[in-house]
């Protein structure tokens, strides 16, 4: 069975300090994507990972993805508050443009 | 003004009847999806479709219906025979073909069931 799988599915840190969301995934793909979705809004592409050893880095966001190991990591660094959301994973099945979509991890950065 | 428009932004159906959200685009993408989130939740596909006059069912199609008659829109209807509707619903599209894949979103239409 094809799987995403975030964790921690739910984390509340103080601002200035890094964290790590982890996105696990079970089939081959080169290509993973990471949204964020503020409350009660819709979902924002942040980045796109299309090989393996691909980074990207936006601000205080760093992705990274590892094909070997199947896992996307989602780098948050000295936190902020503006940070606060849910964040999603999704992969590419295959290349036929379905995704299959992480839980979400839902961060709180307290001030 | 480029982008994915969807309306409404809320509505509210009565036990029984069949309601229509919309789901526009002038990004003149090919692809376009339809999901469903309901709250605390991941997002679970409805229907998605690739061209013009054709379209297939997601994981969760049962109780829904679209059609594709035109590239830039693409309406999901929610019928009676959907038990449990009340969710947040949104469209995506992305573009076809090499280095294309990113999915982008409408607003999205918050359905409640009276």
């Not at chain 1, 995403?4 to 300090?17: A, D, Y």
């Not at chain 1, 982890?22 to 090989?51: A, H």
């Not at chain 1, 780098?75 to 849910?86: N, P, R």
């Not at chain 2, 999901?35 to 229907?47: A, E, F, K, N, T």
Request: charged content about 20%; glycine content about 8%.
């Amino acid at each position: 069975e094809l799987k995403v799988e975030q964790n921690p599915l739910f984390l509340s840190m103080q601002e200035g300090k890094n964290y790590t969301i982890y996105c696990n995934y079970s089939t081959t793909s080169d290509r993973l994507y990471w949204y964020r979705q503020d409350p009660g809004k819709s979902l924002e592409s942040l980045f796109v990972l299309l090989s393996n050893g691909a980074v990207k880095q936006e601000g205080r966001l760093m992705a990274s993805l590892d094909t070997k190991a199947r896992l996307s990591t989602l780098h948050i660094t000295a936190a902020v508050h503006d940070l606060s959301a849910t964040y999603f994973c999704a992969l590419d099945m295959d290349s036929n443009y379905q995704l299959i979509w992480g839980a979400g991890t839902k961060l709180i950065i307290k001030p | 003004d480029g982008g994915i428009t969807q309306s409404p932004k809320y509505l509210f159906r009565k036990e029984g009847q069949n309601v229509t959200l919309s789901c526009e685009q002038n990004l003149n993408h090919d692809a376009m999806y339809w999901y469903r989130q309901d709250p605390g939740q991941g997002l679970r596909l409805i229907y998605y479709s690739q061209i013009v006059n054709d379209f297939q069912k997601g994981d969760i199609a049962e109780g829904y219906s679209v059609s594709r008659e035109k590239k830039e829109s693409f309406p999901l209807t929610v019928t009676s025979a959907q038990k449990n509707p009340t969710a947040f619903y949104l469209c995506a599209t992305t573009n076809l073909g090499i280095g294309a894949g990113t999915q982008y979103f409408g607003p999205g239409t918050r359905l409640t069931v009276l």
